[in-house]
């Protein structure tokens, strides 16, 4: 089936976030060393940046938040990079967890896409760190669904997904999107593409897979 849009109840959607903040939090702490330092699908970024960027809505007041963007002269990109990195350096990796799992039940929201944008924040930096890792974590279907619901051409446009000529099916649930030659995978693999990501090799079955491969190291 294609696309269908749909508004979840907020409290709904509200249940999902704080889960899926608990469950990345728990697993975070359980990761070595090792695996904090590892590379992630976020280009640049290690286990340790991502958690201080998903962690930052919620220890950033708005006058810190526009302090750095001004100090960033205005670029949003360069301020998050900026700022991961240097939280990511003084704080450790356990406080980093802790601060995911203290603010499971925050109602931050990105600046664009309200609610259902703060669920997909948390899946897919979630995401990069697990697929990235090779740890076999399943977004339960429901956090999945709300977002599949929203992928749209302009979800594409803002994450810079290209998915031309390219129809993405979900192998593990009733989802596809766009047209052209078949693209198949699980759905959390399908919703990473298209929110611009590239993945290690496995996860995707079809001719066009080559095209969202991750570099590899």
């Not at 249940?15 to 070595?32: F, K, T, Y």
Request: hydrophobic share 40%; net charge negative; charged share 25%.
């Amino acid at each position: 089936m294609g696309n269908t849009t749909h508004r979840r109840p907020a409290a709904e959607t509200r249940a999902a976030i704080a889960a899926e903040r608990r469950e990345l939090a728990a697993m975070l702490d359980g990761l070595s060393a090792e695996e904090w330092d590892a590379p992630t699908l976020c280009g640049g970024w290690r286990v340790r940046e991502v958690a201080a960027h998903m962690t930052m809505g919620f220890r950033y007041s708005l006058p810190k938040m526009a302090r750095e963007l001004i100090g960033a002269r205005g670029n949003l990109h360069r301020m998050t990079d900026r700022c991961a990195r240097k939280d990511a350096a003084s704080h450790s990796a356990r406080e980093l967890a802790a601060f995911l799992g203290d603010n499971a039940d925050h109602p931050w929201t990105p600046p664009v896409g309200g609610i259902e944008a703060a669920l997909g924040h948390d899946v897919v930096h979630g995401l990069d760190i697990t697929v990235a890792l090779g740890l076999d974590r399943r977004v339960p279907e429901d956090r999945v669904r709300i977002l599949l619901e929203g992928v749209n051409a302009r979800t594409l446009t803002f994450f810079g997904a290209d998915l031309d000529g390219v129809e993405l099916r979900a192998d593990d649930l009733d989802w596809s999107f766009g047209t052209g030659t078949p693209l198949t995978g699980a759905a959390q693999d399908l919703l990473l593409l298209a929110y611009g990501r590239r993945l290690p090799p496995g996860h995707l079955r079809g001719e066009p897979g080559d095209r969202f491969l991750a570099a590899q190291a």
